[in-house]
């Protein structure tokens, strides 16, 4: 914990209120790597004598922090300071690679298996093709700035999509290969979105616990001519996750 000294004074003659003041003032700290994810924010008391504020004002602006997503209380053990969520807008048909990409962070795979297989007839069915037809199934786990974030299963019909299996998409993006290599530009999804219980295997590749919760996407990626191009289920750790749209007023005539 800093010293109280290091705390800048709060400009109480100004319009900007105390404890929005104090607000900003935590998050340089954060922003300047002095308090990090995990570690304790002072209690009301500490930060009301450090800003010289009432306690009320002290609890608004850690209260202020937890609406952003920077700050998550623990009954009996106090405030810790968390990273916010990421925000994947379920409107955007973007790829992996493009959203992390856009947020500023750098994206990577973690390739667990790339293979050619016979669909189920349940996968045969979303993609369309024959029991016998060939389909590429990836399974890879997606990180921002190394931090594994999602487990994605990919499939892809090879037929329209000849010599794809050849690709190191351990480096490689789906939709950027699919959309240069063999032009085709996806059009849009029908997608379905879930909370589920992580798996052993799931928490054991997102370093999370059992059970935690996990956004999952399932997408069927269609193109222009109405024709599936490939279904996905993305699952996302629901501790940096959350998905955001915009909803319209329904108008009635
Ligand atoms: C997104 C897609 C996923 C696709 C992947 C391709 C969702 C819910 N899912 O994560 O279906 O396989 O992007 O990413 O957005 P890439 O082009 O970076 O390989």
Redesign the pocket.
């Known amino acids: 914990m800093e010293n109280p000294k290091d705390v800048e004074a709060l400009d109480k003659q100004g319009f900007i209120p105390l404890y929005y003041q104090i607000q900003q003032s935590l998050l340089a700290r954060i922003q300047r790597g002095d308090l990090k994810e995990g570690d304790l924010f002072e209690g009301e008391e500490e930060l009301s004598r450090q800003y010289k504020v009432s306690r009320m004002t002290a609890r608004q602006a850690l209260h202020g922090l937890k609406l952003q997503g920077y700050a998550m209380s623990e009954r009996g053990k106090g405030t810790f300071v968390t990273r916010p969520k990421l925000v994947?807008s379920?409107l955007m048909?973007?790829?992996?690679?493009?959203?992390?990409r856009r947020k500023g962070i750098t994206?990577s795979?973690r390739l667990l298996e790339q293979r050619v297989m016979r669909p189920t007839p349940e996968l045969a069915e979303r993609l369309r093709v024959q029991p016998t037809a060939d389909v590429l199934h990836?399974r890879?786990v997606?990180l921002a700035d190394d931090l594994a974030l999602?487990i994605?299963d990919?499939h892809v019909p090879l037929k329209r999509f000849p010599g794809l299996e050849q690709i190191d998409?351990s480096t490689?993006?789906?939709?950027?290969?699919?959309r240069h290599k063999y032009g085709l530009q996806p059009a849009w999804?029908d997608?379905v979105i879930e909370a589920l219980p992580a798996t052993r295997d799931e928490a054991a590749l997102l370093s999370i616990s059992r059970n935690a919760s996990l956004l999952c996407?399932?997408?069927t990626?269609m193109a222009a001519d109405d024709t599936p191009v490939?279904?996905?289920?993305?699952r996302?750790r629901g501790d940096r996750y959350r998905a955001s749209l915009r909803v319209p007023m329904l108008t009635f005539v």
């Open positions: 994947k379920i048909l973007e790829s992996f690679t493009e959203e992390i994206p795979s990836l890879r997606r999602a994605e990919s998409f490689k993006s789906l939709y950027e290969t699919i999804a997608e996407i399932s997408r990626l490939e279904f996905a289920v993305s996302y």
